[in-house]
């Protein structure tokens, strides 16, 4: 393993106007200084998700690097430098991607007038933590659940429930920290273009990391993930928050991992979820595109909404574009995006500010 001593007692990194702004969130427009004090290092760089090429940075005298970046875009972007070859996050920084095996910092460059992922002074929900001992699994487990403006004070006001589910590299802590659900959800229920609902996020590794190709292991994570949600995740929501209990109410959607997640239980339980959705996600499991695809009647029957999306860029493209021809073959209703982009949180932000507003609209 490659190890820099020196730059692990010296990593700085500091923002212009950070001074005039203790929330960490730059406004768009306003230049961003990255430094570093790595001595010893012969090459470092920065690497952002804001571009495709990573950005030279230079050594002064001292032994520090800098750069200064005139025309940030706005945007939630992940960074890290590039030290002799090694990834490195930057420590003081406390904004970072909740992953498995975090690896990225954030910068968070504000629009104007604000996006939807943007702080707005608008009335905010909540985010609740929430742990549990899992009948599924036999051991400790996680989820959080986010409830809408107003729900705390709202009496018998019951609310619909959604299932939102993060990727593979991801956990449930990070539609929220890095995704800004919250904020898309608050924004967007203070503009009266959704419904107020309650969100819950799981953990969307039951087993762990499932590889890529291994199809046992997909399969048997899968089960324990369908396990968790119905024995677990959805009773605790249920015991402890006033959400409706219909399949009219209830909605999934997932991103990438969390896209396939939500195909493969939504599709395979009409019975429990009238709108699923699909953010660059696998095309569901075999056996349940098999048993969905084979009854189109029930499908437009009971689904309210089928939503599926993807960047242009995205290697799940193809076979989203084959899921979506199966569909259309057989007539099933279904809501289908093309959109620029590639396997990334812009585009599944977006995503979700478009397909949040379309939820329960039916639904008395």
């Known amino acids: 393993m490659k190890t820099l001593p020196v730059l692990a007692l010296a990593l700085l990194l500091t923002f212009a106007a950070r001074a005039q702004n203790p929330s960490g969130i730059l406004k768009s427009g306003e230049p961003v200084t990255l430094k570093l004090r790595a001595p010893q290092a012969k090459e470092v760089t920065l690497r952002g998700q804001w571009t495709k090429d990573p950005v030279t940075m230079t050594r002064g005298q001292d032994g520090g690097w800098s750069v200064t970046l005139d025309a940030m875009p706005a945007g939630v972007w992940e960074y890290s430098f590039a030290v002799d070859g090694l990834n490195v996050m930057d420590p003081q920084n406390p904004a970072f991607k909740p992953q498995r095996e975090p690896q990225k910092s954030v910068l968070h460059i504000a629009s104007a007038p604000p996006a939807p992922w943007d702080w707005q002074d608008v009335p905010h929900g909540t985010v609740h933590q929430h742990g549990y001992a899992s009948k599924a699994l036999g ?46 959800l608050d924004s967007l229920i203070a503009a009266g273009k959704a419904q107020p609902m309650v969100v819950v996020m799981l953990d969307g590794h039951p087993l762990g990391q499932v590889p890529r190709g291994d199809e046992a292991k997909r399969a048997a994570s899968m089960d324990a993930f369908r396990r968790e949600l119905f024995d677990d995740a959805l009773p605790l929501v249920e015991s402890l928050y006033r959400v409706k209990k219909d399949a009219a109410h209830r909605a999934i959607v997932g991103l990438s991992m ?63 574009e084959e899921f979506v021809a199966a569909l259309k073959d057989k007539s099933i209703r279904h809501t289908w995006q093309l959109t620029e982009g590639a396997h990334a949180w812009p585009v599944w932000r977006g995503y979700l500010a478009e397909f949040a507003p379309l939820l329960f609209a039916e639904a008395p």
């Open 139 to 184: 051991r400790a487990r996680e989820l959080w659940v986010y409830t809408p403006p107003g729900y705390e004070p709202s009496g018998e006001k019951k609310f619909p429930l959604l299932v939102l589910q993060h990727g593979s590299g991801d956990n449930h802590r990070t539609w929220v920290e890095h995704g800004k659900a919250h904020w898309i």
């Open 258 to 320: 969390g896209g396939w997640q939500s195909l493969t239980v939504g599709l395979g339980n009409m019975d429990r979820f009238a709108w699923v959705g699909s953010f660059s996600g696998a095309p569901p499991e075999p056996a349940v595109a098999q048993s969905f695809l084979g009854d189109p009647a029930a499908a437009n029957s009971k689904l309210r909404l089928l939503w599926i999306a993807v960047g242009k860029d995205d290697f799940l493209r193809q076979r989203n």
